[in-house]
């Protein structure tokens, strides 16, 4: 069984940091890419960030600049830091991973329970 656990959200004003951790625990052979997806009330899921195993990184446009994504693969650990928080970013955040559970089985998709994250002055 692989869980996928995260913190770190919360309220912040306007041009805030926020730092969100996300790690992954229980049977895991290998994680391939790992990212971050936010929800906004009536909206759908978007991509955040992502990052590959060999650290290779994808934003979304809203975020470039403001927001970085790494990972410590020996923690199974990926982070989102969030700098210059604006309103707009207000969403529950969501933790993804591609985990291969053993060698001989194909990696699937796993997801985070989702972190409130309330920018607001």
């Known amino acids: 069984q692989v869980q996928l656990v995260e913190s770190g959200g919360g309220l912040v004003q306007p041009g805030g940091s926020l730092r969100l951790s996300c790690a992954a625990s229980g049977t895991v052979s290998n994680i391939n890419a790992m990212g971050w997806y936010r929800q906004a009330p009536g909206k759908q899921r978007e991509l955040v960030a992502t990052?590959?195993?060999?650290?290779?990184?994808n934003s979304a446009d809203s975020v470039k600049g403001r927001f970085t994504i790494s990972r410590d693969n020996a923690k199974n650990t990926v982070y989102l830091q969030m700098s210059d928080l604006k309103t707009e970013d207000t969403a529950v955040y969501y933790c993804?991973?591609?985990?291969?559970?053993?060698?001989?089985?194909?990696?699937?998709?796993?997801w985070g329970q989702g972190t409130q994250v309330t920018v607001s002055s």
């Open positions: 990052i590959t195993s060999g650290g290779v990184t």
């Open positions: 993804n991973a591609r985990i291969q559970i053993s060698p001989y089985l194909f990696s699937q998709d796993y």
